[in-house]
């Protein structure tokens, strides 16, 4: 157990104090907000576990079978996947069948109680359940409810399901990424799903302020389609640029008219000039980014040129100005590729930042597991799971000063269904006895 209070970096939980003793020496930012969780897989399930980890009571809604993510991609037997785990901290799990009476009961019920609706089914599923966003807002005009889909309610493309790389791949993410003479690529962060996920979180906060100012929540639908278009933003400068210059900036060629914005490999993006460069000694992730920024030319060249027989490089006019660097930007990463064959490129790092040079080694995943900052940081932590025993997740990235989150583990299949029935809908024994044999919370038998 870590309680780090000053900073407000996240809190580990793993049992030797209760969370109510937790709950009881901070104050969680969205304590008192309920949320009704319908979401399920990657984009949605990211949203509800950063609100959660604000503090948030997240009920999880599942069909009786459960998030489909708890059982894909498993690596213990009978256990919740990791991809269930790592996406569903700090949540109540509640099953509801919503394709019977008595469940559909339970959802106008917990409509009452909450503050906020998610959902990302896809398109009309909710709708085919008998609850527009028109209905709910009857049933609850207080209450906000945050829709996800891939390309929204409106368009050629909204009756569409999507996932990640649909969405890089429509959002202009994969025809920018990669080498112009390759294939598209897709990125690693998933900016489709938990892109889309922290866009919703945005959207859910602003109304719901709203709503606890007029009375009236509205609906939010984020598509992840828009979302990724809107982390592509420098691409859409670049294309604009486009039809008034080349870019100067850019290593791969470029001219005035050609229309689309072209692969740039690892190019910077910015206005300052960039790579990745290759180090010792030569494996996958042997590599470090180096940002060559205006002010610390000087400084890099005199550092590295000595030792690659280039002792004038910081006075060679041909990379005297930013836009002679920019036209022989090659040159310098071959003269850096030179001098980072005799560095790891940790080596290499503690050369360039007492130079001031903005630089970073590439981390593989194995790199960060084991990183002191990252682990200091609370960014990747240690939990307990009564299924899969101890495992880790990526901690809370948005740090609170005076509300630092409490990581709790995620719940099992309908953990919470008793809990939430009686606790929060005040249902007595009887009642969810009753409802229990009705077929509520279960699927109906096969036939
Ligand atoms: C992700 C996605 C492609 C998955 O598609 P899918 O597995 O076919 O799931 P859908 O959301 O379309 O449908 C869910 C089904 O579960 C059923 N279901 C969901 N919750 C239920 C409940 N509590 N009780 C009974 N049935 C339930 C729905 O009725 C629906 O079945 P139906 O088509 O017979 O009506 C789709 O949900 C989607 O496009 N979502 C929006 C975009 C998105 O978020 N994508 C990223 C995911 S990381």
């Keep these: ?3 780090v209070k000053a900073c407000g970096v996240a809190i580990t939980y793993s049992c030797a104090l209760s969370l109510g003793d937790i709950l009881e020496i901070r104050m969680e930012a969205l304590k008192g907000v309920r949320i009704l969780d319908m979401t399920h897989v990657q984009a949605g399930p990211t949203c509800s576990q950063l609100l959660a980890w604000m503090g948030a009571d997240v009920i999880k809604f599942e069909p009786p079978q459960g998030d489909a993510t708890r059982g894909q991609l498993r690596d213990v037997p009978n256990a919740d996947s990791l991809y269930f785990t790592m996406l ?3 949540k109540r799990s509640i099953t509801v069948n919503m394709k019977n009476p008595e469940g559909k009961k339970v959802f106008i019920d917990l409509l009452m109680k909450c503050d906020i609706i998610m959902e990302n089914f896809g398109p009309g599923v909710l709708d085919r359940f008998g ?5 709910i807002h009857e049933i609850n005009p207080k209450i ?3 829709s996800i889909k891939g390309f929204g309610s409106t368009g050629p493309y909204s009756d569409f399901k999507a996932y990640e790389n649909v969405a890089q791949a429509m959002g202009g993410s994969m025809s920018t990424t990669g080498v112009p003479e390759g294939p598209p690529f897709v990125t690693g962060a998933q900016i489709g799903d938990s892109g889309t996920g922290l866009h919703l979180a945005i959207g859910l906060l602003g109304a719901l302020h709203q709503a606890n100012r007029t009375g009236e929540g509205q609906y939010v639908e984020v598509a992840m389609m828009d979302g990724v ?3 592509c933003r420098v691409k859409w400068r670049d294309h604009q640029r486009l039809t008034r210059q080349s870019l100067s900036e850019y290593s791969v060629p470029t001219q005035q008219g050609m229309g689309e914005t072209p692969r740039a490999g690892n190019d910077s993006g910015g206005g300052q000039l960039g790579n990745a460069i290759k180090c010792k000694p030569g494996g996958p992730n042997d590599y470090i980014y180096v940002v060559v920024q205006e002010a610390v030319w000087d400084g890099l060249a005199k ?6 027989g280039l002792p004038d490089l910081a006075t060679d006019a041909r990379y005297a100005k930013i836009g002679d660097r920019r036209k022989n930007q090659n040159d310098i990463w071959a003269a850096l590729t030179k001098f980072a064959s005799n560095y790891t490129k940790r080596e290499f790092m503690a050369i360039l930042n007492p130079l001031d040079v903005p630089c970073g080694p590439i981390m593989s995943t194995e790199d960060l597991a084991n990183d002191e900052h990252v682990r200091g940081r609370e960014m990747y932590v240690e939990l307990d799971h009564p299924q899969r025993g101890k495992w880790w997740n990526v901690g809370m990235p948005i740090k609170l000063s ?5 990581i709790k583990r995620s719940p099992t299949l309908g953990e919470h269904t008793d809990e939430v029935l009686k606790e929060v809908l005040g249902y007595a024994d009887d009642k969810v006895a009753q409802m229990k044999t009705a077929g509520a919370f279960s699927l109906p038998p096969k036939k």
């Design 1 to 3: 157990m870590t309680l």
């Design 88 to 90: 569903n901290c700090n």
């Design 131 to 135: 609850f527009t966003w028109e209905k």
């Design 144 to 146: 906000v409810m945050g």
């Design 229 to 231: 278009m809107n982390l």
């Design 303 to 308: 550092r590295i040129g000595p030792e690659i």
């Design 402 to 406: 005076a509300s630092p989150a409490v």
